[in-house]
């Protein structure tokens, strides 16, 4: 299977600051004949389902606000959060879709400092 | 809009039997591979099983598989779960989830039930 780690398990962000989300894949999620990582990031708050975020490492899902991006390629992967807003507290978690079965890492915990 | 209900969770004894729905609507759901996720309270998801949109391929966690058995009814938009010989690590929130890959399985869960709790006990 392939293993995700995500780092840190949890930080701590002013309000209006940068948040930063690591996920590293324990093989590569990349698929060379459409350059696609397949890979997703989802939100998940207290009480509720995870919500999709990003899809193919970099996509946003319709709806979800531009503060939120992805970036990364093949076992290296970001989220950021520009200017951390109080709805943003979460549980964030990336997710390849590469290769059955499908994995999630940790998670990460982000709070307001 | 687009939405899955999830249905069919309860309490049941070790070595018993469950069978979970997920109806969906606002979807042509046989353009849709479908999964199951759990988690247990307080941790992370786990990935149970997954099916392609016309039903023909089946996949499944090894920690489940031989146990449980996913299927679904593209005429009345809804997939099953059937959950047999349950173990006591079984009790989680059980979530379904579309995934928007047409008669393929490896894409990313856009939609997400609320979910249906289950409950093994000894």
């Known amino acids: 299977d392939i293993v995700m780690t995500q780092s840190p398990d949890s930080l701590a962000v002013s309000l209006g600051e940068r948040a930063t989300v690591n996920c590293k894949s324990s093989?590569?999620?990349?698929?060379?004949?459409?350059?696609?990582?397949?890979l997703a990031w989802f939100q998940q708050k207290p009480g509720q389902p995870p919500k999709l975020l990003i899809y193919?490492?970099?996509t946003r899902e319709s709806g979800v606000p531009d503060r939120f991006s992805g970036s990364g390629s093949a076992t290296d992967f970001t989220l950021t959060i520009t200017s951390l807003q109080a709805e943003d507290v979460a549980v964030y978690y990336c997710?390849?879709?590469?290769?059955?079965?499908?994995?999630f890492g940790q998670g990460t915990k982000v709070e307001i400092k | 809009e687009v939405q899955l209900v999830e249905s069919g969770g309860g309490l049941v004894q070790t070595g018993g039997s469950l069978r979970l729905s997920c109806a969906a609507s606002?979807?042509?759901?046989?353009?849709?591979?479908m999964s199951w996720v759990r988690q247990v309270p307080g941790k992370g998801l786990e990935w149970v099983s997954g099916?392609?949109?016309?039903?023909?391929?089946?996949y499944y966690a090894d920690s489940v598989r031989g146990r449980f058995t996913i299927s679904r009814d593209n005429s009345k938009n809804t997939l099953f779960l059937q959950m047999d010989n349950l173990r006591a690590e079984d009790t989680a929130l059980y979530y379904c989830?579309?995934?928007?890959?047409?008669?393929?399985?490896?894409?990313?869960?856009?939609?997400w039930g609320k979910g249906t709790t289950v409950t093994v006990s000894s």
């Open positions: 989830a579309s995934q928007p890959g047409g008669t393929g399985f490896l894409y990313y869960m856009d939609v």
């Open positions: 606002g979807i042509t759901f046989n353009n849709y591979a």
């Open positions: 099916i392609s949109g016309r039903g023909e391929i089946r």
């Open positions: 093989q590569s999620v990349l698929y060379s004949s459409s350059n696609k990582n397949y």
């Open positions: 193919w490492a970099s």
């Open positions: 997710q390849q879709y590469y290769r059955t079965p499908p994995t």
